[in-house]
């Protein structure tokens, strides 16, 4: 699909041709309040994606995402991929298809965009062996503490560019990953971030799966992107403080 292979091809920036306006943000239930309903233009896209693995070194993430295209009168069209990633790069560095998706067009009773949990079955055996440390939502004790920090850039001419850092605690030690701009360009006016998902491969290892949205709220426009958060990526955090002038 259109805006994954863009992703996979090494860079390429999603866009959206925008109104003017400036950044917003909104929660999940205000994305997923007003749908759309049987017999209106029922058009979505959605990207999503999730981790289901780490390689035994913990040098590379596997990530299961699906780009997934719904008409007007409700069809589906899309594929699910699996995408390798070393850990601290925003670009997949493998793009393997591994299923298509495909629903008839019901614009009276239209079904909703599956999320990617449900095609977690794609990934085989095989696969899950080559990547096989599986990720923990819960933080282990011990762990170190991950906060993300997201910020909605403006560019310009009413487009902006998400960015995300990391505040990262660990062992009585504090760490900031740089902030590091997300390969989606859109709408000032509608971008909003909407929701995201922290899995812990080890303690100090993590992956957040964060999405924003960009289109109107009837017809969903949106990607989840992941993002490794690595205490070795960390900065120290050293604060200075400075008296008066002349001091």
């Known amino acids: 699909m259109r805006l994954l292979s863009a992703w996979a091809a090494a860079g390429l920036v999603f866009s959206a041709v925008p109104p003017a306006g400036r950044a917003g943000k909104s929660s999940t239930s205000e994305v997923r309040a007003d749908v759309a309903q049987p017999g209106e233009d029922l058009s979505a896209h959605r990207i999503d994606s999730e981790v289901f693995g780490w390689s035994a070194d913990f040098k590379e993430v596997g990530v299961v995402a699906s780009d997934v295209t719904r008409g007007r009168l409700g069809e589906h069209r899309g ?123 080890k303690k100090d290892l993590a992956a957040l799966m964060i999405r924003f949205d960009h289109g109107a709220p009837r017809n969903e426009q949106s990607v989840r992107f992941v993002v490794s958060a690595a205490w070795e990526l960390g900065r120290p955090v050293r604060l200075l403080l400075r008296g008066p002038r002349g001091k």
């Open 79 to 201: 594929e699910v991929f699996m995408l390798i990633f070393d850990v601290g790069s925003l670009t997949p560095k493998q793009n393997v298809q591994v299923h298509f998706l495909t629903q008839a067009a019901l614009p009276h009773d239209p079904i909703p965009l599956d999320p990617i949990s449900s095609w977690l079955w794609t990934i085989d055996h095989m696969y899950k062996k080559m990547w096989p440390k599986r990720p923990s939502k819960k933080r282990a004790p011990g762990a170190m503490a991950v906060t993300p920090l997201w910020e909605i850039g403006e560019l310009g001419e009413g487009l902006c560019q998400p960015q995300l850092g990391f505040a990262l605690e660990w062992k009585k030690e504090k760490r900031y990953q740089p902030h590091q701009p997300l390969a989606l360009r859109a709408s000032c006016e509608r971008m909003r971030y909407t929701d995201h998902r922290l899995y812990w491969a």
